[in-house]
């Protein structure tokens, strides 16, 4: 009998440490077996409880430590070996700075941006045979068939059926991605890493490069560019920022911010700045819109202003005297997003204020209105009669209010039932508004790609669902006979009310916001951003055929045209851009808005500045152009 139960415990102890181990192989960062308030993942003794402060470990018990070095097994980075405190038991046997378990060369000294081998080693990170420059998986360990990826990789970002080992498009979603074009659409050259140096003929096809042959300028072959090397000239370690041991980078004004680092290494900036602050504000003067002005951080360092005056003297622009425009005057308050309608009726949007209405035809312009709205991306009709609002719930749902901006009431309750939505349009006459939902840049993915359309009080008149093309951009004619829905696909060209295609345009246009495309007053003319370049394409209504592309930055390869608009007279284009690229700004590129000749597409005026333009449109009577940015309503005109 006793020898029945003490199999019968065995069994059921066996069974339960069977459990536990499963349990733990599962999810040890959130299991806690013995109840200690360690997690096993953190618990040097999993079984038996202990305090926090003796890893997990009962009251008198030594934490296991299989290599001696007084690190427990369950903190050790490396636990089978003597190691050092700084890196966190592990050893640095060649004393280069670069524990083993990181050291590509452990008994070799090194270089940190060489993984720990020598400069004169190639670099290959994941120690795989492919070097980094050629290797689309640089981290995990691959085969050359598969350029330097895992033999069971199988992923495929954009689902356009090429691989992402093969694709150069690894983001557009397009069906017509082909492995004979890399993954890209028809027409577009395949280049991996956007540097605008085709993959056919780039040294570097994988790495991002500033150099005529697609790599990154590196004089002193050191592995690090020249753009963040201080020792440029000379090889170095990018723990002592590109120059060789006891070289100390160059700080020429003495400011601690050391000149590869210091957008004014001959003026020594404050309050550990890089440039000096004279006003005293905390934004240096060169981020300062307002660089004499002690003024708000939030405003980029101007005052609040909330009136502006324009000269009653200004003159109608055109494409002869608008390389004459001057800045007239300015509003300064929060502004991520403004309209402006043919009834010249401004409305500002911002993140923490109502929405402001302005009338522009007033010499001084000054608040007129306001609207409690949420604080969405805004959609303007151009008669100035409608304002579609954006807005999300407190959950990400999408809700779109319609507004009457004159009266300053909603015209009805809020449309519901959106999974996503990627861009609006509102017929110029605001009688028609077009909602388009399909996958979002940034998050959501949907199957069934629509457009839906509403007329001014909300009632559903039309919806094209299954569409081609993911409708992140949409602009609807005039007289309102067709619809434009642009997306990584292309632009398609759809017929009203029937949905029919009447012409597919090759132009991607640019997927964030809803101001990449528009449609001159007239109706005969369709231009349009082009996604992953500064370049701005016109073609004709009447064939739909090209009738000009023009470049309106080619600073650097991120530049983009991110927004266009005719204006009222048609003879004008505006556009505003840069680099879009998270992160610090790129070398060289600029912000700009720019106006292009219809006639002629060519470029009349371009105004580069530090601040981003977000948007530049014309009033009705042509004598202001108004620009904004985030904290900024300009006025330009010509005297």
């Known amino acids: 009998m006793r020898k029945y139960i003490y199999l019968l415990l065995t069994t059921l102890l066996l069974s339960f440490g069977i459990t536990i181990q499963h349990v733990y192989a599962q999810d040890p960062y959130s299991t806690d077996t013995d109840g200690d308030g360690v997690v096993d993942a953190f618990d040097a003794c999993p079984t038996e409880a202990g305090p926090e402060y003796n890893y997990g470990c009962p009251e008198g018990v030594t934490p296991p430590d299989a290599d ?12 089978n070996l003597v190691g050092l405190p700084e890196y966190n038991g592990c050893p640095d046997t060649d004393g280069d700075g670069l524990d083993d378990s990181y050291d590509n060369c452990p008994e070799v000294r090194g270089v940190f941006q060489n993984y720990g081998c020598p400069l004169d080693t190639p670099r290959d990170g994941d120690r795989d045979g492919i070097l980094d420059i050629e290797d689309r998986c640089p981290f995990s360990p691959g085969v050359v068939e598969r ?50 140096v085709a993959d056919a003929v780039d040294a570097c096809p994988a790495e991002y490069g ?19 090397d ?17 070289t100390n980078p160059a700080d020429s004004d003495g400011d601690g911010v050391y000149d590869i680092y210091d957008r004014c290494d001959n003026e020594a900036g404050t309050n550990g700045f890089d440039c000096p602050d004279n006003d005293g504000d905390t934004i240096p003067d060169i981020d300062d819109l ?31 005297n608008a390389t004459g425009l001057t800045e007239l005057d300015r509003l300064v308050r929060p502004a991520y997003d403004f309209e402006v309608g043919n009834n010249n009726l401004l409305v500002v949007q911002s993140w923490n204020q109502p929405l402001t209405t302005y009338d522009l035809n007033q010499a001084t312009i000054a608040p007129l209105g306001v609207l409690e709205t949420r604080n969405g991306e805004i959609q303007l009709s151009a008669d100035g009669s409608v304002l579609v609002e954006i807005t999300y719930s407190d959950v990400g749902v999408p809700e779109i209010t319609i507004w009457d901006p004159i009266t300053a009431l909603a015209a009805f309750n809020e449309i519901e039932n959106f999974i996503s939505v990627t861009a609006v349009a509102v017929r110029d006459d605001g009688e028609v508004i077009a909602v388009g939902t399909g996958n979002e840049p940034f998050g959501v993915t949907v199957d069934n790609p629509t ?24 602009a609807l004619a005039p007289d309102g006979s067709w619809i434009a829905v642009g997306g990584p696909e292309g632009t398609f060209i759809l017929s009203l009310p029937d949905g029919n295609t009447l012409a597919t345009l090759p132009v991607s246009p640019f997927f964030f916001g809803s101001d990449g495309i528009d449609i001159s007053p007239d109706g005969t003319l369709i231009a349009l951003t082009q996604n992953d370049s500064s370049n701005i394409v016109v073609y004709e209504t009447a064939t739909f055929s090209e009738r000009f592309q023009v470049e309106t930055l080619g600073y650097t390869a991120w530049d983009a045209a991110q927004t266009v608009r005719f204006s009222p007279d048609g003879t004008l284009i505006t556009t505003t851009g840069g680099a879009f690229v998270d992160g610090p700004p790129i070398e060289g590129s600029q912000n700009a808005f720019t106006l292009i000749d219809v006639n002629t597409g060519t470029i009349v005026y371009q105004q580069t500045s530090t601040y981003f333009p977000t948007l530049a449109v014309f009033t009705s009577d042509m004598r202001t152009l108004v620009v904004g940015t ?10």
Do not use: H, W
Request: a negative charge.
């Open 290 to 320: 307002c660089p004499t002005e002690n003024g708000d951080p939030t405003l980029g360092g101007c005052l609040a202003k909330l009136e502006a005056s324009l000269d009653p003297n200004r003159v109608t622009i055109n494409t002869t």
């Open 147 to 196: 350029n330097g990826c895992p033999i069971d990789y199988v992923e495929d970002i954009d689902q356009d059926g090429v691989p992402d080992y093969q694709d150069s498009c690894v983001y557009t979603d397009n069906p017509i991605g082909t492995v004979e074009n890399s993954g890209c659409p028809e027409g577009v050259t395949p280049d991996l890493d956007y540097d605008g």
């Open 630 to 639: 985030y904290n900024l309503i300009m006025f330009y005109g010509v005297r």
């Open 210 to 228: 500033d150099g005529p042959d697609g790599c990154l300028l590196d004089d002193d072959r050191d592995y690090i560019p020249n753009s963040n």
């Open 451 to 474: 457009v839906r359309l509403f007329a001014r009080d909300g009632s559903p008149i039309g919806e094209f669902a299954n569409l081609p093309v993911q409708p992140q951009q949409l």
């Open 230 to 246: 201080a020792c440029p000239d000379q090889p170095g370690d990018a723990n002592n920022f590109g120059c060789p041991e006891g």
């Open 68 to 79: 001696g070095d007084t690190f427990p097994d369950v903190t050790d980075s490396c636990p």
